[in-house]
């Protein structure tokens, strides 16, 4: 399994951008596909976008599809999301998660996750 960490979470402006960063460790992050998840506060976790293994695929929620984009540097072990034109209902904990099975956008495929990081989007 890898051990994923995130960060780049913080506080911006509704119509503001962020970039979550997701540093792994451990063996063979290249054959992972990693994905990114937010859970609000009283909502259920929610799939935002995930990365094949080489980055060639990707896949978006329709709630950040055009404004969100992850990449992936599998030289660097390291998965990011591009946030663009944040609203106030993006204000949530964002997960990254490795799945070595591929690139599904249901959580229950993903057996590795960080401990969050916190985006606040204030109107």
């Known amino acids: 399994q890898v051990q994923l960490v995130e960060s780049g979470g913080g506080l911006v402006q509704a119509g503001g951008s962020l970039r979550l960063s997701c540093a792994a460790s451990g063996r063979a992050f290249n054959n992972y596909a990693m994905g990114w998840f937010r859970q609000a506060p009283g909502k259920e976790r929610e799939f935002l976008a995930v990365i094949g293994s080489r980055g060639t695929y990707t896949y978006y929620a329709d709630s950040v599809k055009g404004r969100f984009t992850i990449s992936r540097d599998n030289a660097k072990n390291m998965v990011y999301l591009q946030m663009n034109s944040l609203k106030p209902e993006d204000m949530a904990v964002y997960y990254c998660?490795?799945?070595?099975?591929?690139?599904?956008?249901?959580?229950?495929?993903?057996?590795?996750w960080g401990q969050g990081t916190l985006v606040t989007v204030s109107s």
């Open positions: 998660a490795a799945s070595s099975i591929g690139p599904f956008y249901t959580s229950d495929y993903y057996k590795s």
